[in-house]
Nanobody, 124 residues
Framework: QVQLVESGGGLVQAGGSLRLSCAAS????????MSWFRQAPGKEREFVAGISWIAGRQVYADSVKGRFTISRDGARNAVSLQMNSLKPEDTAIYYC?????????????????WGQGTQVTVSS
């Protein structure tokens, strides 16, 4: 099994920044992808950003392009999400997800491993 633990959520004013981290442990594997999803109250879970571990290819939802950056730390089996220019509509619970693969899936159903989530609240 793979365990994912997120950290770094919190409350920030609009225009501010936050950095989320997700550390993987357990049966980590060489060929995998790690992504961030979010779910706001009353809304469906949506893809935010993902990275393929070997190629390092990053993909982003249109709503966060140019503001968010996903990166990986191979030594720690961790992935981070740097969020800049935050907007109130970014308020959500952010989840880290991972699975084996070479390309980043956009649908949550394609990920077997999930973290517990971390709350991000952006005040106007």
């Amino acid at each position: 099994q793979v365990q994912l633990v997120e950290s770094g959520g919190g409350l920030v004013q609009a225009g501010g920044s936050l950095r989320l981290s997700c550390a993987a442990s357990g049966r980590t594997f060489s060929f995998y992808v790690m992504s961030w999803f979010r779910q706001a109250p009353g809304k469906e879970r949506e893809f935010v950003a993902g990275i393929s571990w070997i190629a390092g290819r990053q993909v982003y939802a249109d709503s966060v392009k140019g503001r968010f950056t996903i990166s990986r730390d191979g030594a720690r089996n961790a992935v981070s999400l740097q969020m800049n220019s935050l907007k109130p509509e970014d308020t959500a619970i952010y989840y880290c997800a991972a699975d084996r693969g070479a390309t980043v899936p956009y649908h949550g159903s394609e990920y077997r491993y999930w973290g517990q989530g971390t709350q991000v609240t952006v005040s106007s």
